[in-house]
């Protein structure tokens, strides 16, 4: 039986990983307008869950699918970077990869829009 290799918690490792994922976040800002435009208006909406939240659950659920929606446009900016590398020709499969990653986008901001308005709604008009 092959034993497998447990290797100890490497500072240098986490640190590195840090720095790919800053890069990462500093390259969506930089190509990216749509990342953009969510992170701008994180600046309200974080603050805004924050005090619009009635406890810690509540709070988290606001900030959090707001969170999701960054993640799912990150991995739609990384989904279109790949296509693009191999081939900027039109192809009927890179275009479908595109727009389904974008779709993944559009359904995500669903999420918080939905628990948004039941958040709200319940502690504005009482459901």
Request: proline share 2%; hydrophobic share 55%.
């Amino acid at each position: 039986m092959k034993k497998i290799k447990v290797h100890a918690f490497d500072v240098g490792r986490l640190w590195a990983a840090t720095g790919y994922s800053i890069n990462g976040l500093k390259a969506s800002f930089q190509q990216e307008a749509a990342f953009r435009l969510e992170i701008l208006l994180s600046i309200i909406i974080l603050p805004a869950a924050w005090y619009l939240g009635r406890d810690g659950l509540e709070r988290s659920l606001l900030i959090g699918s707001w969170l999701l929606v960054l993640v799912v446009e990150l991995l739609n900016s990384a989904v279109e970077s790949i296509v693009d590398r191999i081939s900027r020709e039109q192809h009927v499969l890179s275009g479908r990869a595109k727009d389904q990653a974008s779709a993944a986008v559009l359904i995500t901001l669903f999420i918080p829009a939905t628990i948004w308005f039941a958040i709200l709604l319940d502690r504005f008009w009482l459901i």
